[in-house]
């Protein structure tokens, strides 16, 4: 699926080859006892959630505390992705809210190079084709931790940095709809289905016909806006 204005082969590479840092931090020594009401912010795992952030529970540390973490200071657009436990795979973007503020070991900070726009890899990691990479490192197939390494390793594929731009414009509002659908439909089961097929189904799409998996592809995906269904397949031509 491209749209009509970018031509030309996707390029393979690797978050290692494309990002200048992969690493996490640390918790505080004291743990919770050395939060505070404010401060820097604090970002633990449940803070990531699924291509969004999660800050209705924040933490917070004092500068001193930060100033002993300083190699882990979030910049804006940086990736965060979950490596532990049940949350594994979770990933998404720093914003101003969080910028200047530091990490937990359970999460680590991907800082990408000029031609990997982050919000393109954050939507990879949430794809299919990232997921499975994250779960074929996982023992027995269970989710338990990431470490640098397996994440450096893993295998992406790029078009330019404006067609990524684009797709990622995309899908970030494709997001935004469903969340305004999420507050407006009473049929929870209805909006279920919309946001699996959008919301997971489309990134798939994105990803598996660029790194060329042979995906059968229905050119009559759905994506809402407002409340009228129009067929992604009328806005950008699919190539099989």
Request: with cysteine.
């Amino acid at each position: 699926m491209r749209f009509p204005e970018f031509t030309g082969e996707w390029k393979k590479s690797t978050i290692g080859s494309l990002s200048t840092k992969v690493g996490s931090g640390v918790t505080p020594r004291g743990g919770e006892t050395v939060y505070k009401s404010e401060g820097h912010s604090f970002v633990r795992s449940q803070n990531v959630g699924w291509g969004h952030l999660q800050l209705d529970d924040i933490a917070f540390i004092d500068k001193e505390t930060h100033l002993r973490q300083k190699n882990t200071e979030l910049q804006l657009d940086d990736v965060l992705l979950n490596i532990t436990g049940a949350s594994i795979g979770r990933s998404a973007l720093v914003n101003k809210q969080i910028a200047g503020g530091n990490v937990n070991q359970h999460v680590c900070i991907i800082r990408t190079k000029d031609n990997l726009v982050p919000a393109f890899l954050c939507n990879f990691l949430l794809s299919n084709h990232g997921q499975k990479q994250i779960d074929s490192f996982q023992a027995g197939g269970n989710r338990q931790g990431l470490n640098f390494e397996q994440i450096r390793s893993i295998k992406i594929t790029i078009p330019s940095t404006k067609e990524q731009t684009k797709i990622a414009t995309l899908l970030h509002l494709i997001d935004e709809r469903i969340a305004t659908q999420n507050k407006t439909i009473g049929d929870m089961f209805v909006f279920k289905n919309i946001s699996h097929l959008i919301a997971h189904d489309l990134r798939t799409v994105y990803f598996s016909i660029n790194i060329g998996v042979g995906m059968s592809v229905n050119p009559r995906i759905n994506a809402i806006v407002g409340y009228k269904l129009v067929q992604i397949g009328s806005k950008c031509t699919i190539q099989h």
